[in-house]
């Protein structure tokens, strides 16, 4: 059955570069997402990747797949304090089918 | 473009209880998904809808849970009766193709 993994806390400064990490393990997946939830608050899309794909980049936001690893990475460049929130990666197989989500990573901000 | 809407944001009841929660998607978005997001951990899909017909709902306690989504566009969720292990935070969401948006969610807190 599919899985996704993620670390649960990460902290690092304001201004610093943040990097939450995930695995998963369908080959299969065929768009990998990131998601912000903040508190009290609905996920918010942030990204996306398709599964041929190796990097995309959107502002501050990098991602990294490496498929041949099922290992999938967020880099938020310039981390500021309302980047504080919990970052769900998640894994989908065709268009309009369910998310499969990790348990999500804790980033805190410290300014 | 208005996002994914739900009512009520909170509920608290107590076990034995019903309560019903509704579901507006993104205007177009056909597809339309409830997940349980129990504190500390990713939302899981309870069911999915594909205009008015189900798709997946593999994972609805049925004994106690009901959905429908009448005329392909509001959805509603209802639980009947209540457990404290029902408290979580249920979230609706809706697609097309790739993306998927959520709403802010419905706390609910079983007693």
């Known amino acids: 059955g599919e899985d996704v993994e993620q670390s649960l806390f990460l902290s690092v400064r304001e201004g610093d570069s943040s990097v939450i990490n995930c695995t998963y393990t369908d080959s299969s997946s065929t768009y990998l997402y990131w998601y912000k939830q903040e508190p009290g608050a609905g996920l918010q899309l942030l990204t996306y990747i398709f599964s041929n794909m190796d990097m995309k980049q959107d502002q501050r936001l990098t991602v990294l797949l490496n498929k041949k690893d099922k290992h999938l990475s967020l880099r938020i460049a310039d981390t500021q304090t309302g980047d504080s929130a919990i970052y769900f990666c998640a894994e989908i197989y065709s268009g309009n089918t369910p998310l499969v989500f990790g348990k999500g990573t804790r980033l805190s901000v410290i300014a | 473009e208005a996002g994914v809407a739900q009512s009520p944001r909170y509920k608290i009841i107590e076990k034995r209880q019903s309560v019903a929660f509704w579901c507006n998607p993104i205007?177009?978005?056909?597809?339309l998904y409830w997940y349980q997001q129990i504190l500390g951990q990713g939302p899981k899909l309870l069911i999915q809808?594909?205009?008015?017909?189900?798709?997946?709902d593999s994972q609805l306690p049925k004994d106690r849970f009901s959905a429908e989504r009448l005329k392909g566009v509001d959805s509603t969720l209802k639980i009947q009766p209540a457990k404290l292990e029902d408290s979580a935070v249920y979230l609706c969401?809706?697609?097309?193709?790739?993306?998927?948006?959520f709403g802010p969610g419905t706390r609910l807190t079983v007693t």
């Open positions: 969401a809706s697609s097309r193709d790739y993306e998927q948006y």
């Open positions: 809808f594909q205009n008015n017909g189900v798709v997946d």
């Open positions: 205007s177009g978005h056909a597809t």
